[in-house]
């Protein structure tokens, strides 16, 4: 075998393994088995080998699988510690848990993490097994069904606006109205019934009469109903769904970069005017508003003219957080 004094170095001792790789009748798998025992060879060499679970550690899954059903697992990885496994809850949506073993497993408790609304906590003692934990997790999953059936319903028959690719884990939803009006919610994953936190976007004279529905009509909300009905019910409108309408009417590009996604941001900021309307990404319009000479900034709003229709119009920066502290250029200057 021809190769570098370091690997020669490293091999000493080894010889009956090349040996027994270079023998090999297949060639393919002769680099496999050499590639396998090199690495072996690399970890006894090295002081963190240690770390490798011992003998037993794969025993232990392979019987706890075998009680689990080798059919729930999608994944395994090559050092046999990241597994993972799928479940299916009552309404046939599909789940996956992924579960970190510790080398001392079953005595340390793994690492689990799933794509869900809420913090996965599961219970574990040295003798508990992934059987046990499996349990756990569709326990978890029966008990999130009504959050899912609520934001399935939403999602399937209105058109959102964000995010973009909603997950298991997302308790939000932009859910289109109008052209540029839309109803923002955040779905309580713990009381998915409940009249959920609510914020109107879009100009003022189109958010004002439904703000005052939603106030006036609260008390109607009936937990019993989905949060698509009630909405319905307390706003009185009828939320443009997929099988009415096209998407995109709803989603208008910003007035000055003239893209929809910035980013992760869609146009959010409405012109105030009523014939205007224009939308605008809340960067692009603070970028705006901020080079021109007639801005005017009062605590968190910024002042300045709708590049579209020259009316003044303003953004609020309490909902635009991280460019609180920016607007220097803007302050102290009053509008002509
Ligand atoms: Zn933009
Ligand atoms: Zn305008």
Redesign the pocket.
Known sequence: MHCGWELKHLLRGYEAIVKQVNQHPNKGLNEEVLRVSLQEVGLKSRPECCSIPPPQYYAQIISEMETLGWDKMVHIDMEFQTLKLKAEDSSGRQHMLTVRLKAKHPAEAPECSADLPVPLSVTWTPQSTLEQLYSQFLLVLEYLTEFWDVLDEIDEKTWILEPENPSRSDTMRRIAIGNNLSIKVEVDPRHPKMLPECCLLGAEHAVTPLRNKLNANMHLWNPDSSVLHNLRDVLEIEFPSPATHEKSGFSV???????YR?ESAI?DQVCNDPRCGQP??Q??LYEWLRALPTCRQSFSVIFGECPYCSKVTRLHLNTYSQYISAPDCCTQQSLS
């Open positions: 590009e910003c007035g000055i970069c003239y893209s910035l146009p605008f990404h960067a692009c």
